[in-house]
């Protein structure tokens, strides 16, 4: 389907991944007319290659971006603070798979955790019962192992080693996960043959990803205009201060002005801020939806780091899903370890050349070599937990420094909260018991990697002064203008957000659908 | 399993488009995995000398215990097509060398294992250390004799991925209860 430039009616959804080609999907399936616009190119699973560098170029999102702050990823890849993907799909072209309910109580963060100094925690507007059926949309559309009788994953070597030191360390919940990860056939998607490229896009198409699921799907419905290579701009509004249209430039490097009926925006959490930030007009010189002043602030990434250890014996941790298994006992608001919030711990695997570049960024000598050296021998697992939102951790336009269209970069600036660092000191020390309790010669504390949880830049808050946008993402300042990714978390919560960010769509859609048809917008 | 020769010779052929112009194998390019030198760099950009120089410094930032040289010697090419495409780079290699054998009292290649080490300690951090070092961690690590040589194996979907290959394989540890990982189907 084509939609004309000037055709004011369709909703231009921008950003075609876990939250922008979801909602693109069922606004597509209730029949109202989209125009979806991704800045990446269109893959597909025979695209996809199984070579972590060759994938990195064709997948990751490359435009150059600039860091401040005390993290170490500002150090270690002072101008990647994130890695997540620009192509159809977005980042579920190479997210992990692991689909996790947030809990009851990470909802109600602030109720929960109370005021934490430094930290601008607040609840969300919505809780985990109004979420709950659409988690199980999300999770009978992803087909997520251990929901709607799916049975789980068989686990590889790497979930060997991590349950034998979870089961001896007193672990009680130790398994393969909620994965988005076919473990038998199931709509029209193969099954998962343990490749070990998770990363980097699934060639067996048995990881849900929207661009051979959600994207499709939509396009048979005849209305979904799907434009590739098209890097937005700016949303532009009307002088009654609602948006209007969207200035993007095509694959063809023309810029293009497409009409809007609705705007929604999901383009992962840097560049969503960014977009309202490069939007300011006279109305609205602090940016779009700005007006509480906290687009691109309360920047959240996850707290994160990764425990790896060598063994005497093989492991070849590389053989199979890449999140093999899960460890959820210190998923848990348990203030007695010195600090708020939980921590998941998930086995990891990356490799040669990607252990070479992330196990300990600009190490080297015989520290080093040793290591790689015993790469066979090797077990690895991530610990991603509940980061604290901070004001001063945010998205803000570069004074100097322009992209290849001539806008401003993002400038990503992140200090570590002292709650942050707490936990993952506990994190390293628990991981660090479980690889000695299976046997581990020589543990490995791993930093943390660019970010792949973005989160929180337009949060969603009960009262329009807290946040940007409302319990449906809905902006507080204009009602046709839609926050659809994981910008919208008004915590972080300690699970992987991706069926969140789903859920979140969908009902997301519901809403959008019924304000369309009773005119409301 | 991985059958070692089959797979050493699969490598070196795939190896052959990279090390192309790279290395002249005197003696069939399976010697290349053969402990000694027995392959000349063929430089563009750097002298021959030059070229040497950064491989010893390549080694001796990246000390592993029997990596071939020829896997150094990708590295040390690496940078040469750097150098090649940026006078910048070259000045800052060549002049790196230069400062080695300053540091070494005349021949940064004649002092011993020992002192090497520590001059390269003393240039830790320097532009030229990190321009060896970034480049090493991708140049090294990301070609087909170094997968052999750490045993990683590379791409697996055109294998069929290790769902009958040994994603399981691990037996010195007792195999999972099956409601936490169930069998495979």
């Known amino acids: ?521 | 399993m991985i059958k070692t020769k089959q797979s050493r010779r699969q490598f070196v052929k795939s190896s052959v488009s990279v090390l192309t112009g790279t290395i002249v194998a005197t003696s069939g390019m399976l010697s290349m995995m053969a402990p000694s030198r027995s392959w000349a760099l063929n430089l563009d950009a750097l002298s021959s000398t030059d070229g040497e120089s950064i491989l010893v410094a390549a080694k001796t930032i990246f000390p592993h215990k029997d990596l071939d040289d020829a896997i150094y010697a990708l590295l040390v090419k690496d940078l040469d097509g750097a150098a090649k495409g940026s006078g910048e780079v070259k000045k800052l290699l060549t002049d790196g060398v230069v400062d080695l054998d300053k540091r070494a009292g005349g021949s940064w290649l004649e002092v011993s294992k020992e002192k090497q080490h520590a001059i390269i300690k003393e240039i830790a951090g320097s532009d030229f250390f990190e321009k060896i070092r970034g480049t090493g961690i991708v140049s090294l690590y990301n070609n087909d004799m170094a997968w052999a040589h750490f045993g990683y194996e590379g791409s697996s979907f055109d294998k069929g991925g290790y769902f009958n290959r040994g994603f399981q394989d691990l037996d010195w540890l007792p195999d999972p209860l099956p409601e936490d990982s169930p069998a495979k189907m």
């Open chain 1, 1 to 521: 389907m084509k939609y004309d430039l000037n055709d004011s009616s369709p909703v231009v959804i921008i950003g075609s991944g876990a939250g922008g080609g979801t909602l693109a999907n069922e606004l597509c399936q209730k029949g109202v007319k989209v125009v979806l616009l991704e800045a990446g190119e269109r893959q597909s699973t025979k695209k996809f290659v199984n070579d972590e560098w060759a994938s990195f170029t064709q997948l990751a999102w490359l435009d150059n971006r600039s860091t401040s702050g005390g993290w170490q990823v500002s150090k270690d890849f002072p101008n990647l603070p994130a890695w997540i993907c620009k192509t159809v799909g977005g980042s579920t072209a190479h997210w992990a798979g692991a689909s996790l309910r947030i809990r009851d109580y990470e909802f109600k963060a602030l109720s929960t955790y109370g005021k934490v100094e430094g930290a601008n925690l607040l609840d969300w507007p919505i809780t985990l019962k109004e979420l709950e059926p659409y988690y199980a949309k999300a999770e009978s559309k992803m087909g997520v192992t251990r929901t709607n009788g799916i049975p789980g994953l068989p686990g590889n070597n790497n979930f060997k080693v991590m349950y034998e030191g979870a089961k001896k360390l007193g672990y009680k919940d130790c398994h393969t996960g909620r994965m988005a990860i076919n473990s038998r056939p199931r709509d029209g998607r193969g099954s998962c043959q343990q490749l070990g490229f998770c990363f980097q896009g699934c060639k067996m198409g048995a990881k849900w990803s929207t661009l051979y699921t959600e994207i499709p799907a939509a396009e048979a419905t005849g209305n979904l205009d799907l434009r590739t290579g098209s890097h937005v701009m700016k949303v532009h509004h009307s002088k009654d201060g609602k948006v209007d249209g969207v200035l993007y430039t095509d694959s063809e490097g023309n810029t293009q002005l497409q009409k809007a009926r609705v705007v929604c925006i999901a383009g992962n959490s840097i560049e969503s801020p960014r977009l309202l930030l490069n939007s300011a007009s006279g109305l609205f010189s602090d940016g779009l939806a700005n007006s509480s002043g906290q687009v691109g602030k309360n920047y959240m990434r996850h707290m994160t780091g990764s425990v790896y250890a060598t063994f005497d014996k093989p492991v070849h941790m590389w053989r199979g899903t890449t999140m093999a298994g899960i460890i959820t006992d210190e998923s848990k608001h348990d203030p007695s370890r010195g600090f708020v919030g939980g921590y998941e711990m998930e086995t990891l695997s990356l490799g040669l050349p990607f252990m070479a570049a992330f196990l300990e960024p600009g190490s080297w000598g015989e520290d080093f070599t040793e290591a790689m050296d015993n790469y066979k021998n090797m077990a690895g697992m991530w610990l991603v937990g509940e980061d604290m939102p901070q004001e001063s951790n945010r998205i803000t336009l570069h004074p100097t420094d322009k992209d290849q269209y001539g806008l401003p970069v993002p400038n990503v600036h992140f200090d570590d909260h002292k709650n942050d660092i707490a936990m993952r000191e506990h994190a390293y020390q628990q991981g660090t018991k479980v690889y000695e309790a299976s046997g581990a010669k020589k543990v490995y504390r791993t930093p943390p990697y660019p970010s792949t949880h973005n989160l929180g830049t337009c949060r969603m808050s009960a009262k329009p002064e807290d946040g940007v946008c409302n319990k449906y993402g809905q902006t507080h300042d204009i009602e046709n203008l839609f926050i659809s990714d994981g910008s919208q978390f008004t915590t972080g919560a300690a699970e992987n957000p991706t069926l969140t960010i789903v859920s979140l769509a969908i009902r997301q859609a519901e809403y959008i659908a019924k304000q369309l048809s009773s005119k409301a917008i």
